[in-house]
């Protein structure tokens, strides 16, 4: 059974910081892994999706790696902002998923920056 | 575009009591999910709609849980009768088919006092 951790579970950084979100997955069988971002009261947004064939992918100061056989990926953001403070949820499509779209996720990890 | 729509946004009932959710996909969005998301955890599928037909309902607690989608479009989840353990944000979701990005709306809180 496929299951995603995050660490770490709570974030609290000064502004203007690099920092790292991880996620790792305990079956390297996947279609994809996607990144989402939650505000409190929204729904899910996602911001980068990644193939099982791909390396990393890019978004302005988002990059997010992949690295399947060891079932491993981060999300870097480059000089954080007041305003990416909010729940980043890692999900994973595992590879054999009959034939749709199905999305396991970890429980998240909570960003607070500071200014 | 208009995204997912949800109804109502907060809901607080008593257990024991009926409570029903509303969800509205994007248009043309053919594959409807319902999640349910426990505080201080990620979204876990209910049920998945391929138009009208619940396709995947393996989730669903179906001894207290109903969900219905009406000419595969609208969608409603209904609990009856409320447990504490209840208390959570319910997620619709929508996508295009079922291979499609799943994008989503912004929930339902559910208080079961």
């Known amino acids: 059974k496929q299951e995603v951790t995050q660490i770490p579970a709570a974030l609290s950084v000064p502004e203007g910081e690099n920092l790292v979100l991880n996620c790792s997955f305990t079956?390297?069988?996947?279609?994809?892994l996607q990144w989402f971002r939650q505000d409190p009261g929204k729904g899910l947004t996602s911001l980068l999706l990644?193939?099982?064939?791909?390396r990393e992918q890019t978004s302005g100061r988002l990059n997010a790696s992949l690295d399947k056989s060891s079932g491993r990926s981060t999300l870097y953001i480059a000089a954080s902002q007041p305003g990416d403070s909010a729940t980043y949820l890692c999900?994973?499509?595992?590879?054999?998923?009959?034939?749709?779209?199905?999305?396991?996720f970890g429980a998240g990890t909570r960003l607070a920056v500071h200014p | 575009e208009a995204g997912v729509v949800q109804s109502p946004r907060y809901k607080i009932i008593e257990k024991k009591q009926p409570v029903a959710f509303w969800c509205n996909p994007i248009?043309?969005?053919?594959?409807l999910y319902w999640y349910l998301q426990n505080l201080g955890q990620g979204p876990e599928l209910l049920i998945r709609?391929?138009?009208?037909?619940?396709?995947?309902d393996s989730q669903l607690p179906k001894d207290r849980f109903s969900a219905e989608r009406l000419k595969g479009v609208d969608s409603t989840l209904k609990i009856q009768p409320a447990e504490l353990g209840d208390s959570a944000v319910y997620l619709c979701?929508?996508?295009?088919?079922?291979?499609?990005?799943?994008?989503f709306g912004p929930g339902t809180r559910l208080t079961v006092l």
């Open positions: 990644i193939q099982s064939s791909q």
């Open positions: 999900a994973v499509r595992p590879l054999f998923s009959g034939g749709y779209n199905k999305l396991i």
């Open positions: 248009s043309g969005h053919n594959t």
């Open positions: 079956d390297s069988a996947i279609y994809n």
């Open positions: 979701a929508s996508s295009l088919s079922p291979t499609d990005t799943q994008y």
């Open positions: 709609y391929e138009n009208e037909e619940a396709v995947d």
